[in-house]
């Protein structure tokens, strides 16, 4: 009896003379009905048919819908579920729900156009932006379980959106970091024109009636930027004389509290200069450089809760009876048996009681091929079952599992600190406390010598040593370089990485999908009979095309279709093709089709497949991982400065020790797991050690988060990026190469900024001392000193 092919569009089976077909992607698609008929035909007639080509791969998945999810999608049925997302408003319910598979304004449409004419919905909004759907709708007609059906058959995977708590924190709080900084950039110019009206270099006709309105123009333009934008500064100073520990908000809150005393002062009596310029354009300057600080600090702190939501939300459970239950996670008990369907999550790490099947363990290894796993053998949670269905005994749950080791490994390599942080911390106090006992000691002298500039003096003082050029020294010149990477495809996430590569020595690769493209490519078909090659990759192909397995994927298309295809895991693939049996896979198991002799497998290096029917061996077929054609050039790069290279894998084929002796690199080791690697890379930082990690799985993330500059490739996963300091969009490792040569011109570029900040507050401290400069000349000379410091910075874009 041949597989029943599945509907092209919501993937149900289609029935034996199906008769509804329609062309979508220059190609004649089945159906099974005419209702998914003229679906289809309307989205290709509105142009949309790009819908198809982006949908999810698992919502297309024939299988999942009627045998996996309609008991899943069923819990969110229940109250208790329901309670945390559904809110309900008399007799409607409202949700939100974050949509997977979204590609683009086309999805938008025919998601809130599919919904709206199911029974019961009030509303359906998608917002494009975050992929989050908004619907009102009356449970009491339609289920939220049959809402989810539905989007699930038009090939939308949709989830309750229940987002974390310190994730949203740190989002509202950039929300209220970026409203600050805008509130004082636009209020900062308003006020330094006013200001500047009051300058008689500007207008030397100012009436004094005029001139009175200016000051208090400007007095209340810099109102909201000392009370609301620079809050923070003075919150931070409150909090630091609490604990007597010297920041700079102690600093920057003196300097504009006196500024902005100082022009109080001076708007109501007439004397003296105005400083709100001033304040404004320190709480720029400042707020400019707090936010692209938070901004990757809330980059950070999503990393942990994108890696616990790669478990499953619900599971299925084996009663006495031997009868499955659809249960959530959080019911799941040490000792229950759990049924693990083919392409689904385990849950739980156990040991497996019965079945057999492939398990892909990339999470925890790298390594994208899955593994042949069978009676005894241990599972771990978050990996995800390729093949054949599995009973598994739960020996792990929550905080036990390996997966929550892995998170725990994250938080303790990212709550180390770098010892360059540590002494730069120290040295900003000091100079910080030497510049606050500096200027009240003058202060205090100036009260005995003319009591009436005193204030005037230690103002100028504060304001002359304010950080800001100092601040602006190291950060500018990142972000110029940073800008100069980007076009080049290296996006750096941290602002130490620049600075960091120049005191590197020490490379740690990982080698799927790092030094090669991390996909299987058939590279050689070679026939063993009168077959030709072209023919057995046809006829491979086709039975390929109906596996899901990782390896299928390197086949393409075939020509033509398969039948009675059935998957033995661990061993391949039998099917019939134009009436041919055939067997794809171990050549063991090919052979015995036929009951000739098992062909010797060749002795070079890949994943061979042997492809037989029931006269003998037909052909091998050899598939590898290809290393990136820039490879070699960025290893030779690394030799010519002298560094050590390690390549450190999950995989323990001898594919690690080929890939090491073709590129040359110093050390390799295969078969680890990511303790392991951190253990090596903790070791080589007690040597004295500077590491620079390059890696793309999640099995990489904590070594990436204990490095002392850590790389992302682009294809890698989500959390791997958001653990790394630096993020290879374009997967071109000469861009790493660039970025070598770049660090040396940005480190010479800090110190000639460092230099010059330093050398511009030691001359104007005890300028500022003697009286020689104003408070309004000190504002002026710091501008200028921190225009310099950018300008010099701005060569590293060219």
Known sequence: MSTPRPCYHCGLPVPAGGRFRASVLDAVREFCCPGCQAVAEAIVAGGLDSYYKHRSENSANPQALPQQLSDELALYDRADVQQPFVHHQGDLAEATLLVEGISCAACGWLIEHHLKHLPGIAEARLNLSNHRLQVRWADSQLPLSHMLTALRKIGYAAHPYQPDRATEQLAAENRQALRQLGVAGLLWFQAMMATMATWPEFNIDLSPELHQIMRWVAMFLTTPIVFYSCAPFFRGALRDLRTRHLTMDVSVSLAIGGAYLAGIWTAISGQGELYFDAVGMFALFLLSGRYLERRARERTAAATAQLVNLLPASCLRLGADGQSERILLRELRLG??????????????????????????????????????????????????????????????????????????????????????????????????????????????????????????????????????????????????TGTLHKLGLLLTRGHVLEGLNQIDTVIFDKTGTLTEGKLTLREVRPLGATD?????????????????????????????????????????????????????QAAFVAELSAKPTPPMPEELGQWLLLGDSHGPLAWLVLDDRLRSDAAALLADCKARGWRTLLLSGDSSPMVASVAAELGIDEARGGLRPDDKLAILQQLRRDGRKVLMLGDGVNDVPVLAAADISVAMGSATDLAKTSADAVLLSNRLEALSAAFALARRTRRVIVENLLWAGLYNGLMLPFAALGWITPAWAAIGMSVSSLTVVLNALRLTR
């Not at 086949?555 to 998957?567: I, L, M, R, T, Y």
Request: hydrophobic share 50%; glycine share 8%.
């Open 336 to 481: 229950d048996h759990v049924q693990v369907l083919p392409g689904a999550i385990l849950p739980a790490d156990g040991r497996i009681l019965d079945g057999q099947s492939s398990v892909d363990e990339s999470l925890l290894t790298g390594e994208y091929l899955p593994l042949p796993r069978d009676v005894g053998d241990t599972v771990t949670a978050g990996t995800l079952n390729v093949e054949g269905p599995l009973i598994v005994e739960v020996g792990a749950l929550g905080h036990d599992t390996r997966l929550s080791a892995i998170v725990r490994l994250l938080e303790r390599a990212q709550a180390e600190k770098p010892r360059l942080a540590v002494l730069a911390d120290r040295a900003a106090q000091w100079f910080l406390l030497f510049s606050l006992i500096a200027a009240a000691a003058i202060g205090l002298l100036w009260l005995y010598v003319d009591a009436a500039r005193a204030f005037w003096i230690v103002l100028a003082m504060l304001v002359a040593t304010c950080p800001c050029a100092l601040s602006l020294a190291t950060p500018t010149a990142l972000t110029a370089a």
């Open 533 to 585: 090659a072209d023919t057995c990759l046809a006829l491979a192909a086709a039975l390929e095309n109906r596996s899901e397995h990782p390896i299928a994927r390197a086949f393409g298309q075939a020509p033509q279709a398969a039948e009675d295809v059935s998957n033995i895991p661990g061993l391949g693939l039998e099917g019939v093709v134009a009436g041919r049996r055939l067997r794809i896979g």
